[in-house]
């Protein structure tokens, strides 16, 4: 049996039996970690306490050959999120952003990267007032994409590399980004991105998470954003639309 010391986030929790939880970690040198939390369940004793979702925690690993789940040792808060659950938007956005790690990162994967961007997004989110999270995420969200090799293309047409002349701009998510008006098919549907919307999204793709919230942004230009990001996702990365944390989002508008 193998001991590992690692530090991860709580990205997914749920009962197991009496006493014990099953625990998603993301960690930055060993991917995500799937793990028993014996004596867990509750959240008055320290191990369950540390536990709960977007905790950043440092832990004692046991691991057997051949076999997927961990057992959880020892546990130390690092960094307590606990308070993002205390808001249903931030809540909401960072639970969202916890289903993107778990459905897009395998285990043994090592991402550093996404682990510095995880712990940049969940303190942003925390201490920025509930409206900040909306733009937070999709900045967070565009930014995972990129870190997992899914770039897209916003400042030049995909077919052509015509230079966008800051003006609005239709996509194509399949061919990865903007497509200038001569590249454009009759009878193709294409989405739309308004000359705001667009250098916004450029911002968030380029621009560090703590800038993100100085960003004016309306909501038309988020739901255009919105549309952009999940259409990309969906086609690239696989991440559909209709993850369970969406839903649960889109409940809150
Ligand atoms: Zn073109």
């Known amino acids: 049996m193998a001991r590992k010391q690692i530090n991860g986030f709580v990205i997914r929790g749920f009962s197991m039996g009496e006493s014990s939880r099953v625990i998603t970690l993301f ?15 509750k959240s008055a004793t320290k191990k369950g306490g540390a536990l709960e979702l977007f905790s950043l925690v440092r832990c004692n690993i046991y691991l057997k050959e051949n076999v997927e789940l961990g057992t959880i040792g020892s546990v130390d808060m690092i960094d307590d999120y606990s308070a993002i659950a205390a808001d249903p938007a ?24 996404l682990f510095d961007l995880t712990a940049e997004f969940f303190s942003h989110i ?3 007032p509930g409206q900040n999270s909306a733009p937070l995420f999709w900045a967070a969200f565009i930014k995972t994409l990129a870190i997992l090799g899914y770039q897209p293309r916003l400042y030049e047409c995909v077919v052509c590399g015509k230079k966008n002349e800051d003006r609005a701009a239709f996509y194509d998510s399949q061919k990865g980004g903007i497509i200038c008006s001569d590249d454009v098919l009759e009878h193709v549907q294409y ?29 038309k230009n988020l739901g255009e954003i919105e549309q952009f990001i999940l259409s990309f996702a969906d086609y690239h990365s696989g991440l559909r639309r209709n993850l369970k944390s969406f839903k649960f989002l889109s409940q809150l508008k």
């Open 126 to 128: 925390m201490k920025s």
């Open 27 to 41: 960690t930055g040198e060993n991917g995500k970690l799937k793990c028993v939390a014996k004596g867990a369940r």
């Open 90 to 113: 931030k809540f909401g956005f960072a639970s969202a952003f916890c289903e993107i790690l778990d459905k897009s990162t395998s285990i043994d994967q090592p991402i550093i990267e």
């Open 191 to 219: 989405g739309k991105l308004s000359k705001t919307s667009l250098r916004i999204l450029q911002d968030f793709l380029s621009r560090p998470l703590s800038e993100i919230v100085n960003i004016e942004c309306t909501q």
